[in-house]
């Protein structure tokens, strides 16, 4: 009963994380985006507080609570001033869903769950791939296959997600999932799926997840004789790919990748973002932040309108105080200081049960990941995905 009972909870997981989103891009449906993932939980919930005894281990308890703590005080602010005057939006079951993922994990660290992260990584990787395929031949072909209006003139490859910087941090998170699990691959598996994750990114092209997938890359088991073969391969397959997009470029979602690849060359060579100014005001207005640490006291209260924070700000502040392109400074600008120490207790408390050599790589992926789309706010796989990265068992429900 209680191992049919896990498989029941990882089947509904499942069927939350993957197919929802697949359904909602094609319904382009808020009720399939937020609404039947929140019923699917409520129900797997239901049968977990009612058939098993939860029992948290003092190593967990920190976390659980900073996490309910957390969690209330931003829907406690949220209510106050819910967005739109909608109380039930993707923002506020996200913190819902970031306290569930927390109990899910913890409740689950006794059950070998190791295959199901592995397969759940290849499942998501096909299901992009798939979305994506058909993505191309609706812009170079006209078939009937859905793409995002809003960005459908800028050919942009977005997969299930909204933008392609949301599937690009979520690629990351990802990334890291399986960086957790890659021990278990066999190691021509785990180059091929890292290869695969490299195509994903290049055809996302978010140049700051690009140069974060090879500082991973780098960095994960240090400098050896294997990394210096890896990255050779990995270069001649990133020289092969340029080379097939600078030969296809004249094809408009192709020169789409060709110039965005070239401002990384431009940055890696001459150190220039000239080509694009959106990275020059983004580093500008976390600068702008950390000068006004001390002005957050009990931030704005009322999401995505953070303009009382923008006094001083050399650039046009319409966008980037609305969209701040940074989980943390977002969650300062709305919630204030009590927001920022809880969301940074946290993050701190659920890295640290990550091995010691990926702690700093875990810490740095989330950093950037999270500032890559306007806001990961309503991102639920965004989230659970970390919340699984960081919470990886062994056979015994060890951490690994």
Same mark, same amino acid.
């Given at each position: 009963?209680?191992?049919? &009972?896990?498989?029941? !909870?990882y089947?509904s997981?499942?069927? +939350?994380?993957?197919f929802? #989103? =697949?359904?909602?891009? *094609?319904? %382009?449906?808020?009720?399939?985006?937020? &609404?039947?993932?929140? !019923?699917?939980?409520?129900?797997?919930l +239901?049968f977990?507080?009612y #058939? =098993?005894k939860l029992? *948290?281990? %003092?190593?967990?308890?920190?976390l659980f &609570?900073?996490?309910?703590?957390?969690s209330?005080?931003c829907?406690?602010?949220?209510v106050l001033?819910?967005?739109?005057?909608?109380?039930?939006?993707?923002?506020?079951?996200f913190?819902i869903?970031?306290?569930?993922?927390?109990v899910?994990?913890?409740?689950?660290k006794?059950?070998?769950?190791i295959?199901?992260?592995k397969?759940?990584?290849?499942i998501?990787?096909?299901?992009?791939?798939?979305?994506?395929?058909?993505?191309?031949l609706?812009?170079?072909?006209g078939?009937?296959f859905?793409?995002r209006?809003?960005?459908?003139e800028?050919f942009?490859?977005?997969?299930?997600f909204?933008n392609?910087?949301?599937l690009a941090?979520?690629?990351?998170?990802?990334?890291?999932l399986?960086l957790?699990?890659?021990?278990?691959?066999k190691p021509?598996?785990?180059?091929?799926?890292?290869?695969i994750?490299?195509?994903?990114?290049?055809m996302?092209?978010?140049?700051?997840?690009?140069?974060?997938f090879f500082?991973i890359l780098?960095?994960?088991?240090?400098?050896?004789?294997?990394?210096?073969?890896h990255?050779?391969?990995?270069?001649?397959?990133?020289?092969?790919?340029?080379?097939i997009?600078?030969?296809?470029?004249?094809?408009?979602?192709?020169?789409?990748?060709?110039?965005?690849?070239?401002?990384?060359?431009?940055m890696?060579?001459?150190?220039s973002?000239?080509n694009?100014g959106?990275?020059?005001?983004?580093?500008?207005?976390?600068?702008?932040?950390?000068?006004?640490?001390?002005?957050?006291?009990?931030g704005s209260?009322?999401l995505?309108?953070?303009f009382?924070?923008?006094?001083?700000?050399?650039?046009?502040?319409?966008?980037?105080?609305?969209?701040t392109?940074?989980?943390?400074?977002?969650?300062?600008?709305?919630?204030?200081?009590?927001?920022?120490?809880?969301?940074v207790?946290w993050?701190?408390?659920?890295?640290?049960?990550?091995?010691k050599k990926h702690?700093?790589i875990?810490?740095?992926?989330?950093l950037?990941a999270?500032s890559?789309?306007?806001?990961?706010?309503?991102?639920?796989?965004?989230?659970?995905?970390?919340?699984?990265?960081?919470?990886i068992?062994?056979?015994?429900g060890?951490?690994?």
């Amino acid at each position: 009963m209680l191992i049919n &009972l896990r498989k029941m !909870i990882y089947f509904s997981l499942f069927f +939350v994380l993957v197919f929802t #989103t =697949v359904i909602a891009y *094609f319904t %382009q449906s808020g009720i399939f985006s937020f &609404l039947f993932p929140t !019923i699917i939980t409520i129900i797997v919930l +239901v049968f977990l507080i009612y #058939t =098993v005894k939860l029992n *948290f281990s %003092q190593k967990y308890l920190a976390l659980f &609570l900073i996490s309910l703590v957390f969690s209330i005080y931003c829907l406690l602010v949220y209510v106050l001033n819910p967005y739109n005057s909608e109380y039930i939006t993707a923002q506020s079951l996200f913190f819902i869903y970031l306290l569930v993922s927390i109990v899910f994990f913890i409740y689950l660290k006794d059950f070998n769950n190791i295959n199901f992260k592995k397969y759940f990584v290849i499942i998501f990787l096909i299901i992009q791939y798939l979305i994506i395929f058909g993505q191309v031949l609706n812009y170079n072909f006209g078939l009937p296959f859905p793409v995002r209006e809003a960005y459908e003139e800028y050919f942009m490859l977005t997969g299930t997600f909204t933008n392609s910087n949301d599937l690009a941090a979520t690629l990351l998170m990802f990334f890291l999932l399986f960086l957790s699990v890659e021990k278990t691959f066999k190691p021509k598996y785990s180059n091929l799926i890292i290869i695969i994750f490299l195509l994903l990114f290049f055809m996302a092209m978010s140049r700051s997840a690009i140069i974060v997938f090879f500082i991973i890359l780098l960095f994960k088991d240090g400098f050896n004789f294997k990394l210096i073969i890896h990255l050779l391969i990995f270069g001649l397959v990133l020289y092969f790919l340029y080379y097939i997009v600078d030969y296809f470029s004249y094809i408009d979602v192709i020169n789409r990748i060709y110039i965005r690849f070239n401002t990384i060359i431009d940055m890696i060579t001459i150190g220039s973002t000239n080509n694009d100014g959106s990275m020059q005001i983004r580093s500008q207005s976390y600068i702008h932040f950390f000068n006004n640490l001390d002005k957050l006291y009990f931030g704005s209260g009322e999401l995505y309108n953070y303009f009382k924070f923008s006094t001083g700000f050399e650039n046009d502040p319409t966008l980037i105080f609305k969209n701040t392109h940074s989980y943390f400074i977002e969650i300062s600008y709305w919630t204030g200081w009590m927001g920022l120490i809880l969301s940074v207790i946290w993050l701190l408390l659920l890295t640290s049960l990550v091995q010691k050599k990926h702690f700093s790589i875990f810490i740095f992926t989330f950093l950037v990941a999270s500032s890559i789309p306007s806001s990961i706010l309503g991102n639920f796989l965004f989230i659970m995905v970390f919340i699984m990265s960081c919470l990886i068992y062994d056979n015994k429900g060890k951490l690994r």
